[in-house]
Protein backbone atom coordinates (compact mmCIF):
# COMPACT_ATOMS: atom_id res chain seq x y z
CA UNK A 1 0.00 0.00 0.00
CA UNK A 2 0.95 3.39 -0.85
CA UNK A 3 0.95 5.93 1.62
CA UNK A 4 1.16 9.47 1.28
CA UNK A 5 4.46 11.47 2.31
CA UNK A 6 4.24 13.11 5.81
CA UNK A 7 7.31 15.24 7.41
CA UNK A 8 9.07 14.74 10.45
CA UNK A 9 9.52 17.77 12.65
CA UNK A 10 11.60 16.64 15.53
CA UNK A 11 12.05 13.05 17.71
CA UNK A 12 12.81 9.61 17.05
CA UNK A 13 11.91 8.17 13.86
CA UNK A 14 9.50 4.85 14.14
CA UNK A 15 9.17 2.65 11.37
CA UNK A 16 9.80 -1.88 11.21
CA UNK A 17 7.68 -3.98 11.63
CA UNK A 18 4.71 -3.86 13.77
CA UNK A 19 4.38 -6.47 16.94
CA UNK A 20 1.36 -7.99 16.88
CA UNK A 21 -0.84 -8.52 20.39
CA UNK A 22 -4.16 -10.22 22.17
CA UNK A 23 -7.25 -7.80 22.18
CA UNK A 24 -10.92 -8.16 20.98
CA UNK A 25 -12.66 -5.71 19.54
CA UNK A 26 -16.44 -3.91 19.97
CA UNK A 27 -18.53 -5.89 22.94
CA UNK A 28 -15.63 -7.70 24.68
CA UNK A 29 -12.51 -8.03 26.67
CA UNK A 30 -8.83 -7.44 25.49
CA UNK A 31 -6.17 -9.79 26.53
CA UNK A 32 -3.70 -6.60 26.85
CA UNK A 33 -0.64 -5.69 24.91
CA UNK A 34 2.58 -7.74 24.94
CA UNK A 35 5.14 -6.96 27.49
CA UNK A 36 8.59 -6.39 25.98
CA UNK A 37 11.71 -7.58 27.88
CA UNK A 38 14.62 -5.16 26.38
CA UNK A 39 15.65 -2.09 26.91
CA UNK A 40 13.60 1.26 28.30
CA UNK A 41 13.09 4.39 26.97
CA UNK A 42 11.49 7.87 27.59
CA UNK A 43 8.33 8.00 25.68
CA UNK A 44 9.08 10.95 22.69
CA UNK A 45 7.03 14.10 21.35
CA UNK A 46 6.74 14.24 17.80
CA UNK A 47 5.11 17.10 15.16
CA UNK A 48 3.93 15.21 12.37
CA UNK A 49 2.43 16.72 8.83
CA UNK A 50 0.46 14.15 6.69
CA UNK A 51 -0.51 15.76 3.10
CA UNK A 52 -4.09 14.89 2.53
CA UNK A 53 -4.87 11.79 0.04
CA UNK A 54 -7.76 13.97 -0.83
CA UNK A 55 -6.39 17.00 -2.31
CA UNK A 56 -2.77 17.47 -0.94
CA UNK A 57 -3.98 20.00 2.22
CA UNK A 58 -1.69 19.97 5.49
CA UNK A 59 -3.03 16.85 8.27
CA UNK A 60 -1.36 18.40 11.24
CA UNK A 61 -0.62 15.81 13.87
CA UNK A 62 0.93 15.33 17.44
CA UNK A 63 2.60 11.73 18.30
CA UNK A 64 2.56 11.54 22.11
CA UNK A 65 4.64 7.93 23.08
CA UNK A 66 3.56 6.36 26.06
CA UNK A 67 5.60 7.62 28.99
CA UNK A 68 7.55 4.97 29.25
CA UNK A 69 8.20 2.65 26.24
CA UNK A 70 10.02 -0.81 26.08
CA UNK A 71 11.33 -2.42 23.04
CA UNK A 72 9.34 -5.46 22.15
CA UNK A 73 6.36 -4.03 24.03
CA UNK A 74 2.94 -3.24 22.45
CA UNK A 75 1.30 -0.37 23.77
CA UNK A 76 -2.91 0.53 22.84
CA UNK A 77 -3.32 4.07 20.84
CA UNK A 78 -6.04 6.82 21.85
CA UNK A 79 -6.58 9.37 19.20
CA UNK A 80 -7.52 12.65 20.55
CA UNK A 81 -8.99 15.69 18.88
CA UNK A 82 -10.10 19.07 20.03
CA UNK A 83 -13.24 21.56 20.58
CA UNK A 84 -14.71 23.21 17.48
CA UNK A 85 -12.47 26.36 16.88
CA UNK A 86 -9.50 24.39 19.01
CA UNK A 87 -6.40 22.59 18.25
CA UNK A 88 -4.24 19.70 19.23
CA UNK A 89 -2.25 18.81 21.89
CA UNK A 90 1.10 19.37 20.92
CA UNK A 91 3.16 18.76 24.24
CA UNK A 92 2.79 15.94 26.86
CA UNK A 93 -0.12 17.04 29.01
CA UNK A 94 0.11 16.94 33.14
CA UNK A 95 -0.13 13.92 34.83
CA UNK A 96 -3.10 14.60 36.37
CA UNK A 97 -5.02 15.22 33.19
CA UNK A 98 -6.81 12.35 31.52
CA UNK A 99 -4.64 12.32 28.97
CA UNK A 100 -1.54 12.26 31.20
CA UNK A 101 -3.02 9.82 33.22
CA UNK A 102 -3.25 7.16 29.89
CA UNK A 103 0.19 8.20 28.90
CA UNK A 104 1.31 7.19 32.23
CA UNK A 105 -0.56 4.54 32.10
CA UNK A 106 0.72 2.43 28.58
CA UNK A 107 -0.82 4.33 25.86
CA UNK A 108 0.15 6.38 22.94
CA UNK A 109 -1.84 9.04 22.05
CA UNK A 110 -2.23 10.86 18.49
CA UNK A 111 -3.66 14.28 18.70
CA UNK A 112 -5.04 15.71 15.70
CA UNK A 113 -6.02 19.29 13.99
CA UNK A 114 -9.11 18.65 12.31
CA UNK A 115 -8.93 20.05 8.86
CA UNK A 116 -9.36 23.84 8.61
CA UNK A 117 -8.16 24.13 12.27
CA UNK A 118 -4.98 25.39 13.58
CA UNK A 119 -1.85 23.82 11.34
CA UNK A 120 -4.37 21.56 8.74
CA UNK A 121 -4.95 23.05 6.04
CA UNK A 122 -8.48 23.27 3.77
CA UNK A 123 -11.35 24.53 5.42
CA UNK A 124 -13.99 23.60 8.30
CA UNK A 125 -16.60 21.87 6.75
CA UNK A 126 -18.15 20.56 10.23
CA UNK A 127 -16.72 16.96 9.66
CA UNK A 128 -17.35 16.30 6.81
CA UNK A 129 -17.49 12.45 5.32
CA UNK A 130 -15.62 13.21 2.03
CA UNK A 131 -13.35 15.42 3.74
CA UNK A 132 -12.47 15.39 7.30
CA UNK A 133 -13.78 11.52 7.16
CA UNK A 134 -10.91 10.30 4.90
CA UNK A 135 -8.32 12.72 6.69
CA UNK A 136 -8.81 10.42 9.71
CA UNK A 137 -8.78 7.40 8.11
CA UNK A 138 -5.37 8.09 6.78
CA UNK A 139 -4.48 9.43 10.00
CA UNK A 140 -5.24 5.58 11.21
CA UNK A 141 -3.32 4.35 7.80
CA UNK A 142 -0.57 6.26 8.88
CA UNK A 143 -0.44 4.54 13.15
CA UNK A 144 -0.28 1.49 11.33
CA UNK A 145 2.57 1.81 9.23
CA UNK A 146 4.77 3.63 11.30
CA UNK A 147 4.04 2.72 14.71
CA UNK A 148 5.97 -0.11 15.57
CA UNK A 149 4.48 -0.58 19.36
CA UNK A 150 0.79 -0.52 18.10
CA UNK A 151 -0.97 -3.42 19.70
CA UNK A 152 -2.88 -5.68 17.73
CA UNK A 153 -5.85 -8.17 18.07
CA UNK A 154 -4.71 -11.20 16.23
CA UNK A 155 -8.29 -12.66 16.20
CA UNK A 156 -9.82 -9.70 14.94
CA UNK A 157 -11.10 -7.90 11.41
CA UNK A 158 -7.34 -8.11 9.73
CA UNK A 159 -6.45 -4.66 7.92
CA UNK A 160 -4.26 -5.71 5.42
CA UNK A 161 -1.15 -6.23 7.18
CA UNK A 162 -1.94 -10.12 8.64
CA UNK A 163 -1.82 -8.81 12.25
CA UNK A 164 -5.70 -8.72 13.10
CA UNK A 165 -7.04 -5.37 14.09
CA UNK A 166 -5.01 -2.26 15.88
CA UNK A 167 -5.84 -1.81 19.41
CA UNK A 168 -7.30 1.77 19.03
CA UNK A 169 -9.42 4.13 21.79
CA UNK A 170 -10.46 7.80 21.48
CA UNK A 171 -11.64 10.86 23.06
CA UNK A 172 -12.41 14.47 22.88
CA UNK A 173 -15.09 16.81 23.75
CA UNK A 174 -18.30 18.82 21.50
CA UNK A 175 -16.35 18.17 17.75
CA UNK A 176 -13.79 16.14 19.80
CA UNK A 177 -16.45 13.50 19.89
CA UNK A 178 -18.14 14.04 16.49
CA UNK A 179 -14.83 13.02 15.17
CA UNK A 180 -15.06 9.94 16.97
CA UNK A 181 -18.22 8.90 15.53
CA UNK A 182 -17.48 9.50 12.33
CA UNK A 183 -14.54 7.36 12.05
CA UNK A 184 -16.33 5.02 13.73
CA UNK A 185 -19.46 5.05 11.04
CA UNK A 186 -17.12 5.27 7.68
CA UNK A 187 -13.87 3.19 8.48
CA UNK A 188 -14.44 0.07 6.19
CA UNK A 189 -11.45 -1.44 8.77
CA UNK A 190 -13.68 -0.85 12.12
CA UNK A 191 -10.23 0.07 13.96
CA UNK A 192 -12.18 1.73 16.57
CA UNK A 193 -12.35 -0.74 19.52
CA UNK A 194 -13.83 1.72 22.11
CA UNK A 195 -14.49 5.37 22.08
CA UNK A 196 -15.16 8.26 24.71
CA UNK A 197 -17.18 10.68 22.75
CA UNK A 198 -17.93 13.92 25.01
CA UNK A 199 -20.90 16.79 24.68
CA UNK A 200 -21.10 16.15 21.10
CA UNK A 201 -23.82 15.94 18.62
CA UNK A 202 -26.26 13.33 17.25
CA UNK A 203 -28.25 15.69 14.76
CA UNK A 204 -26.94 18.95 13.70
CA UNK A 205 -30.46 19.78 12.30
CA UNK A 206 -31.88 19.40 15.63
CA UNK A 207 -28.68 20.64 17.68
CA UNK A 208 -29.10 24.13 15.34
CA UNK A 209 -32.00 24.48 13.83
CA UNK A 210 -34.31 22.66 16.81
CA UNK A 211 -38.63 23.47 15.55
CA UNK A 212 -36.81 24.76 12.64
CA UNK A 213 -35.65 27.84 14.27
CA UNK A 214 -32.37 29.24 14.85
CA UNK A 215 -29.98 29.02 17.73
CA UNK A 216 -28.89 32.38 17.01
CA UNK A 217 -26.56 32.61 20.26
CA UNK A 218 -24.43 29.05 19.56
CA UNK A 219 -24.31 29.42 15.95
CA UNK A 220 -22.53 33.01 15.68
CA UNK A 221 -19.97 31.73 19.00
CA UNK A 222 -19.55 28.71 16.85
CA UNK A 223 -18.50 30.78 13.26
CA UNK A 224 -16.43 33.21 15.39
CA UNK A 225 -14.66 30.33 16.52
CA UNK A 226 -14.11 28.56 13.02
CA UNK A 227 -13.33 32.06 11.70
CA UNK A 228 -10.51 33.10 14.13
CA UNK A 229 -7.08 32.71 12.48
CA UNK A 230 -5.32 30.59 12.19
CA UNK A 231 -8.75 28.79 11.44
CA UNK A 232 -10.58 28.58 8.48
CA UNK A 233 -14.59 27.63 8.08
CA UNK A 234 -16.04 26.69 4.64
CA UNK A 235 -17.56 29.07 2.49
CA UNK A 236 -21.06 27.17 2.75
CA UNK A 237 -20.61 26.62 6.42
CA UNK A 238 -20.49 30.43 6.40
CA UNK A 239 -23.60 31.39 4.14
CA UNK A 240 -25.49 28.91 6.29
CA UNK A 241 -24.89 31.05 9.04
CA UNK A 242 -25.52 34.14 7.75
CA UNK A 243 -28.91 32.79 5.88
CA UNK A 244 -29.77 31.59 9.26
CA UNK A 245 -29.26 34.84 11.07
CA UNK A 246 -30.57 36.99 8.08
CA UNK A 247 -33.85 34.71 6.77
CA UNK A 248 -34.31 32.39 10.40
CA UNK A 249 -34.16 29.54 7.90
CA UNK A 250 -31.91 26.98 6.64
CA UNK A 251 -32.14 25.72 3.01
CA UNK A 252 -32.03 22.25 1.62
CA UNK A 253 -28.67 22.15 0.55
CA UNK A 254 -27.58 23.51 3.94
CA UNK A 255 -29.10 21.20 5.88
CA UNK A 256 -28.62 18.10 3.69
CA UNK A 257 -25.10 19.17 4.46
CA UNK A 258 -25.67 18.71 8.30
CA UNK A 259 -27.36 15.89 8.32
CA UNK A 260 -24.46 14.27 5.94
CA UNK A 261 -22.08 15.25 9.46
CA UNK A 262 -24.74 14.33 11.24
CA UNK A 263 -24.27 10.33 13.24
CA UNK A 264 -28.23 10.51 12.55
CA UNK A 265 -27.12 9.73 9.26
CA UNK A 266 -25.37 6.94 9.51
CA UNK A 267 -27.72 5.80 12.31
CA UNK A 268 -30.43 5.82 9.78
CA UNK A 269 -28.76 4.27 6.53
CA UNK A 270 -29.08 7.35 5.05
CA UNK A 271 -25.58 8.41 3.94
CA UNK A 272 -23.61 7.27 1.36
CA UNK A 273 -20.16 7.20 3.38
CA UNK A 274 -21.37 4.65 5.70
CA UNK A 275 -19.12 1.90 5.66
CA UNK A 276 -20.30 -1.13 3.56
CA UNK A 277 -22.78 -3.52 5.60
CA UNK A 278 -24.20 -0.53 7.91
CA UNK A 279 -23.02 0.23 11.67
CA UNK A 280 -21.30 -2.66 13.96
CA UNK A 281 -20.84 -3.04 17.43
CA UNK A 282 -18.79 -1.11 19.55
CA UNK A 283 -17.51 -0.73 23.00
CA UNK A 284 -18.86 3.78 23.83
CA UNK A 285 -19.06 5.57 26.69
CA UNK A 286 -21.61 8.61 25.75
CA UNK A 287 -20.88 11.59 27.99
CA UNK A 288 -22.83 14.66 27.75
CA UNK A 289 -23.98 18.18 30.03
CA UNK A 290 -27.44 18.09 31.45
CA UNK A 291 -27.15 21.35 31.66
CA UNK A 292 -25.55 22.12 28.00
CA UNK A 293 -27.78 24.29 25.92
CA UNK A 294 -25.93 23.60 22.41
CA UNK A 295 -25.91 20.11 22.48
CA UNK A 296 -28.39 18.70 25.11
CA UNK A 297 -29.54 15.21 26.47
CA UNK A 298 -31.20 14.39 23.48
CA UNK A 299 -29.05 14.38 21.35
CA UNK A 300 -26.52 11.51 23.89
CA UNK A 301 -29.43 9.70 24.29
CA UNK A 302 -30.35 9.16 20.66
CA UNK A 303 -26.20 8.56 19.81
CA UNK A 304 -26.81 6.02 22.82
CA UNK A 305 -30.08 4.58 21.39
CA UNK A 306 -28.07 3.87 18.21
CA UNK A 307 -24.94 2.78 19.37
CA UNK A 308 -26.77 0.10 22.09
CA UNK A 309 -28.69 -1.69 18.85
CA UNK A 310 -25.46 -2.76 17.30
CA UNK A 311 -24.71 -5.17 20.02
CA UNK A 312 -21.93 -3.55 22.23
CA UNK A 313 -21.43 -1.80 25.49
CA UNK A 314 -22.84 1.46 25.55
CA UNK A 315 -23.21 3.42 28.65
CA UNK A 316 -24.87 6.82 29.11
CA UNK A 317 -23.45 8.86 31.67
CA UNK A 318 -24.28 12.75 32.38
CA UNK A 319 -22.74 15.76 34.17
CA UNK A 320 -23.14 19.55 34.54
CA UNK A 321 -19.66 20.26 32.54
CA UNK A 322 -20.17 21.30 29.30
CA UNK A 323 -20.25 24.00 26.54
CA UNK A 324 -21.46 26.42 29.67
CA UNK A 325 -21.13 30.16 28.30
CA UNK A 326 -25.35 30.58 28.80
CA UNK A 327 -26.61 28.22 31.26
CA UNK A 328 -22.86 28.13 34.02
CA UNK A 329 -20.89 24.91 34.26
CA UNK A 330 -21.28 22.43 37.95
CA UNK A 331 -19.32 19.86 38.09
CA UNK A 332 -17.52 16.78 35.96
CA UNK A 333 -19.75 14.09 37.54
CA UNK A 334 -22.62 12.35 38.11
CA UNK A 335 -23.03 12.18 41.81
CA UNK A 336 -19.62 10.42 43.03
CA UNK A 337 -18.58 9.47 40.01
CA UNK A 338 -15.97 11.77 38.17
CA UNK A 339 -16.03 11.30 34.28
CA UNK A 340 -12.49 10.80 34.11
CA UNK A 341 -12.27 8.38 36.09
CA UNK A 342 -14.71 6.71 34.36
CA UNK A 343 -13.46 7.21 30.99
CA UNK A 344 -9.52 5.73 32.23
CA UNK A 345 -11.23 2.94 33.80
CA UNK A 346 -13.73 2.31 30.30
CA UNK A 347 -9.97 1.93 28.38
CA UNK A 348 -8.19 0.43 31.16
CA UNK A 349 -10.99 -2.68 30.54
CA UNK A 350 -11.77 -2.33 26.65
CA UNK A 351 -8.44 -1.67 25.58
CA UNK A 352 -5.94 -3.35 28.29
CA UNK A 353 -8.03 -6.07 28.63
CA UNK A 354 -8.42 -5.49 32.66
CA UNK A 355 -11.63 -7.27 33.46
CA UNK A 356 -14.19 -5.97 35.38
CA UNK A 357 -12.18 -2.34 36.33
CA UNK A 358 -14.96 -0.35 34.91
CA UNK A 359 -17.98 -2.19 36.95
CA UNK A 360 -18.10 0.64 38.72
CA UNK A 361 -19.32 2.63 35.84
CA UNK A 362 -23.52 1.87 35.62
CA UNK A 363 -25.45 1.54 32.44
CA UNK A 364 -27.28 4.76 32.54
CA UNK A 365 -26.17 7.53 34.93
CA UNK A 366 -28.70 10.90 35.15
CA UNK A 367 -27.42 13.67 37.09
CA UNK A 368 -30.46 16.19 39.25
CA UNK A 369 -30.67 19.36 39.58
CA UNK A 370 -27.65 21.71 37.99
CA UNK A 371 -24.25 20.73 39.88
CA UNK A 372 -24.29 17.04 38.76
CA UNK A 373 -23.92 16.35 42.91
CA UNK A 374 -27.20 13.91 42.50
CA UNK A 375 -27.97 11.18 40.53
CA UNK A 376 -29.92 8.58 39.79
CA UNK A 377 -28.90 4.82 38.12
CA UNK A 378 -31.45 3.72 35.70
CA UNK A 379 -31.53 0.93 33.21
CA UNK A 380 -33.27 2.53 30.55
CA UNK A 381 -34.22 6.18 30.01
CA UNK A 382 -38.00 7.85 30.40
CA UNK A 383 -39.52 8.99 27.41
CA UNK A 384 -42.63 10.38 28.57
CA UNK A 385 -44.97 8.62 30.96
CA UNK A 386 -47.54 9.96 33.34
CA UNK A 387 -49.96 12.22 30.42
CA UNK A 388 -51.53 15.45 31.52
CA UNK A 389 -54.17 17.06 29.00
CA UNK A 390 -53.19 20.35 28.42
CA UNK A 391 -56.62 22.81 27.85
CA UNK A 392 -56.69 25.40 25.43
CA UNK A 393 -53.80 27.94 26.13
CA UNK A 394 -53.24 31.50 24.58
CA UNK A 395 -50.34 31.94 23.72
CA UNK A 396 -48.62 35.47 22.94
CA UNK A 397 -45.93 34.69 20.10
CA UNK A 398 -42.90 36.78 19.22
CA UNK A 399 -40.32 38.86 21.26
CA UNK A 400 -42.57 40.62 23.38
CA UNK A 401 -44.27 36.99 24.66
CA UNK A 402 -40.78 36.12 26.63
CA UNK A 403 -41.38 39.04 28.70
CA UNK A 404 -44.70 37.46 30.54
CA UNK A 405 -44.29 33.32 30.05
CA UNK A 406 -47.60 31.41 30.44
CA UNK A 407 -47.02 29.23 33.07
CA UNK A 408 -49.67 26.24 33.90
CA UNK A 409 -49.18 23.81 36.17
CA UNK A 410 -49.01 19.99 35.19
CA UNK A 411 -47.97 18.31 38.52
CA UNK A 412 -47.49 18.72 42.22
CA UNK A 413 -45.08 16.09 43.80
CA UNK A 414 -46.83 13.86 46.74
CA UNK A 415 -45.56 13.20 49.90
CA UNK A 416 -42.09 11.49 49.78
CA UNK A 417 -41.35 13.52 46.83
CA UNK A 418 -41.02 12.18 43.04
CA UNK A 419 -38.27 12.63 40.52
CA UNK A 420 -38.32 14.13 37.17
CA UNK A 421 -35.82 12.35 35.01
CA UNK A 422 -35.99 11.70 31.03
CA UNK A 423 -37.39 13.34 27.96
CA UNK A 424 -40.88 14.78 28.27
CA UNK A 425 -42.89 14.14 25.00
CA UNK A 426 -45.46 16.66 24.01
CA UNK A 427 -48.45 16.06 21.39
CA UNK A 428 -50.11 19.65 20.80
CA UNK A 429 -52.30 21.36 17.95
CA UNK A 430 -51.51 24.69 17.05
CA UNK A 431 -54.33 26.82 15.37
CA UNK A 432 -55.10 30.64 14.72
CA UNK A 433 -57.92 31.73 17.24
CA UNK A 434 -59.66 32.88 13.77
CA UNK A 435 -58.74 30.55 11.38
CA UNK A 436 -57.53 27.33 12.89
CA UNK A 437 -55.24 25.25 11.44
CA UNK A 438 -54.94 27.55 8.43
CA UNK A 439 -53.81 30.34 10.05
CA UNK A 440 -51.95 33.35 9.17
CA UNK A 441 -48.44 34.52 9.23
CA UNK A 442 -45.41 32.40 11.10
CA UNK A 443 -45.51 31.54 14.61
CA UNK A 444 -42.82 31.01 16.84
CA UNK A 445 -43.19 30.17 20.63
CA UNK A 446 -41.14 27.82 23.15
CA UNK A 447 -41.66 25.18 25.70
CA UNK A 448 -39.73 24.32 28.80
CA UNK A 449 -40.68 22.82 31.89
CA UNK A 450 -40.17 24.63 35.26
CA UNK A 451 -39.83 23.60 38.50
CA UNK A 452 -41.28 25.89 41.72
CA UNK A 453 -40.20 24.96 45.19
CA UNK A 454 -40.65 27.35 47.94
CA UNK A 455 -42.43 29.70 45.71
CA UNK A 456 -38.84 30.10 43.50
CA UNK A 457 -39.12 29.14 39.98
CA UNK A 458 -36.64 27.49 38.26
CA UNK A 459 -36.29 26.85 34.26
CA UNK A 460 -34.82 23.08 34.20
CA UNK A 461 -31.56 22.70 32.96
CA UNK A 462 -32.27 26.14 30.36
CA UNK A 463 -33.75 24.23 28.09
CA UNK A 464 -36.54 25.91 25.45
CA UNK A 465 -37.63 23.72 22.66
CA UNK A 466 -39.25 25.57 19.85
CA UNK A 467 -42.07 25.21 18.21
CA UNK A 468 -43.10 26.87 14.73
CA UNK A 469 -46.46 27.06 12.73
CA UNK A 470 -49.69 25.86 12.92
CA UNK A 471 -50.40 22.18 12.61
CA UNK A 472 -50.36 19.28 14.85
CA UNK A 473 -47.02 18.70 16.32
CA UNK A 474 -45.32 15.18 18.50
CA UNK A 475 -42.53 17.00 20.32
CA UNK A 476 -39.39 15.81 22.13
CA UNK A 477 -39.02 18.57 24.84
CA UNK A 478 -35.23 18.87 25.77
CA UNK A 479 -34.54 16.10 29.08
CA UNK A 480 -34.94 17.55 31.99
CA UNK A 481 -33.69 15.99 35.56
CA UNK A 482 -34.35 17.25 38.88
CA UNK A 483 -35.55 15.74 42.21
CA UNK A 484 -38.97 17.24 43.39
CA UNK A 485 -39.53 17.24 47.63
CA UNK A 486 -43.41 16.82 48.46
CA UNK A 487 -45.44 20.29 47.47
CA UNK A 488 -42.94 21.26 44.68
CA UNK A 489 -44.64 21.91 41.35
CA UNK A 490 -43.78 21.41 37.55
CA UNK A 491 -45.10 23.84 35.54
CA UNK A 492 -44.89 24.30 31.50
CA UNK A 493 -43.93 27.26 30.56
CA UNK A 494 -45.00 29.04 27.21
CA UNK A 495 -43.77 32.11 26.32
CA UNK A 496 -42.65 33.75 22.40
CA UNK A 497 -39.02 34.93 22.76
CA UNK A 498 -35.89 33.27 24.59
CA UNK A 499 -33.30 35.92 24.01
CA UNK A 500 -30.65 34.52 25.41
CA UNK A 501 -30.53 31.83 22.82
CA UNK A 502 -32.57 32.60 19.87
CA UNK A 503 -31.95 36.18 19.93
CA UNK A 504 -33.45 37.29 16.48
CA UNK A 505 -35.58 34.12 15.96
CA UNK A 506 -38.64 34.39 17.34
CA UNK A 507 -40.90 35.69 14.93
CA UNK A 508 -43.48 38.33 14.56
CA UNK A 509 -45.85 39.30 17.22
CA UNK A 510 -49.03 37.13 17.57
CA UNK A 511 -52.18 35.08 18.94
CA UNK A 512 -52.18 31.29 19.03
CA UNK A 513 -54.03 28.97 20.39
CA UNK A 514 -52.72 25.51 22.12
CA UNK A 515 -53.89 22.23 23.50
CA UNK A 516 -53.04 18.43 23.40
CA UNK A 517 -51.24 16.40 25.76
CA UNK A 518 -48.07 16.31 27.81
CA UNK A 519 -46.31 13.55 28.67
CA UNK A 520 -43.63 13.70 31.97
CA UNK A 521 -40.74 10.97 32.59
CA UNK A 522 -41.28 10.57 36.46
CA UNK A 523 -39.48 7.81 38.27
CA UNK A 524 -40.20 7.83 41.51
CA UNK A 525 -38.25 8.90 44.75
CA UNK A 526 -36.56 5.81 45.76
CA UNK A 527 -34.26 5.24 42.42
CA UNK A 528 -30.60 4.63 43.75
CA UNK A 529 -28.02 7.11 43.72
CA UNK A 530 -24.22 5.97 42.39
Known sequence: ?????????????????????GSSGGGGDAPGPVNGGGETRDGVVEQIVLDSAVDGEAIAITLIEPATV????????????????????????????????????????????ERGHNES????????????????????????????WLAYDPNGLDTGLGKGNPLIGAIGGS?????????????TKHRLDAIAPDITWHDLRYSLFSGNVFKSFWATLLSAGGNLPPNTQDAQVNQGLLEGLTLNMLSEDNLALLY????????????AFTAPGGLTAIDAFITQSAQDTLFNFNDAYHNFRCLSEQGGDVRLFTKAQGHGVDNGDGGDHCGDIERADATFAWFEEKLYGRADVADFVPPICLMLGGSGNDAVVVNTVSVGGTDVVLDSLSVTTGEVGGLSPLQVSVYTAPPGGDVVAGIPQLDITVTDPLLGEAGAGDPIFFLSLTKRSGGVDEILQNQYR??????????ELN????????????????????????????????????????SLPLIGPAAPAP
Open 1 to 21: MKYPTYLRLGGLLLGGLLTAC
Open 479 to 518: GVFARLAEGDELLLTVQGGVLDQYAGSSGLIGQVNVEGTL
Open 70 to 113: TEGATYPLILHSHGYGGSRQTDRPGDDSLMGRLLNAGYGVISID
Open 260 to 271: QNSPASHCNGDN
Open 121 to 148: GGTIRILDPALEGQDLLQVLDWAEANLD
Open 175 to 187: YGGGYQLLIYAID
Open 466 to 475: PVRGYGTFSI
